[in-house]
């Protein structure tokens, strides 16, 4: 089983409103990636959890904050967004991210922020 | 200079016909190559992954990596209007980061 799955599918939120995005794998994987997509664009990496610990955290606003409860789980908890963060938010999990094992994306969240 | 150069086409090809996608990439280091699949608003799927340089075919799928000229390369057979989709190559040097390309817009028309 290679499935990442991602809740909620569609997001539409107030500028004021806090929200979360929730990822889940049960492939035994130890590192969890969160990226943005904008349409026609490549994903960028916003964060990577290896071994439920922060890695990386590529400069994004701190209006985004991440959580990693258990090697399973991931969230991205949004708060105070801007209608430019509109985007698919797309998880993705590796086994072991520094044997450069490879990435299973989940299908990702659209956001609309108004 | 981006790492991964990508040509994001669109590219339209007869059903049947031999697809070439094409990257070039800029960093020596790197060691692992990827290709997604991409259909409209999903997420990326893994289609094949390379360490080094060399073929690898999966039915009608086959990557080329050329370490030599910094070349990445997916050739599809025989292709199929459900090949339509966007195709990302990616690479990684074994660490964090994959490197993503633009993405090249395949069309397949029936």
């Known amino acids: 089983d290679t499935e990442v799955t991602q809740t909620p599918k569609h997001l539409v939120m107030g500028m004021t409103n806090k929200k979360s995005l929730k990822c889940e794998q049960h492939m035994g994987h130890r590192a969890m990636y969160w990226y943005k997509q904008k349409a026609k664009k490549p994903p960028e990496l916003m964060f990577v959890?290896?071994?439920?610990?922060?890695?990386i955290n590529e400069s994004v606003p701190s209006r985004f904050s991440p959580e990693c409860p258990n090697s399973s789980l991931l969230n991205l908890h949004l708060h105070a967004l801007q209608p430019e963060d509109s985007a698919l938010y797309l998880c993705a999990s590796s086994q072991d991210s520094s044997r450069g094992d490879t990435q299973y994306f989940g299908p990702g969240t659209r956001l609309t922020v108004l | 200079q981006k790492e991964v150069e990508q040509d994001p086409g669109p590219l339209s090809v007869p059903e049947g016909a031999i697809v070439s996608l094409n990257c070039t990439y800029s960093n020596s280091a790197f060691q692992y190559f990827m290709w997604y699949r991409q259909y409209s608003r999903k997420g990326p799927e893994l289609l094949m992954y390379?360490?080094?340089?060399g073929n690898k075919e999966d039915g009608r799928f086959t990557a080329q990596v050329d370490k030599s000229s910094k070349y990445i390369s997916l050739f599809i057979r025989d292709s199929q209007p459900s090949d339509s989709a966007t195709y990302l190559c990616a690479s990684h040097t074994g660490g964090f980061k994959t490197i993503f390309g633009a993405g090249t817009r395949l069309f397949v028309k029936a």
């Open positions: 959890y290896s071994y439920e610990k922060l890695s």
């Open positions: 390379t360490y080094s340089s």
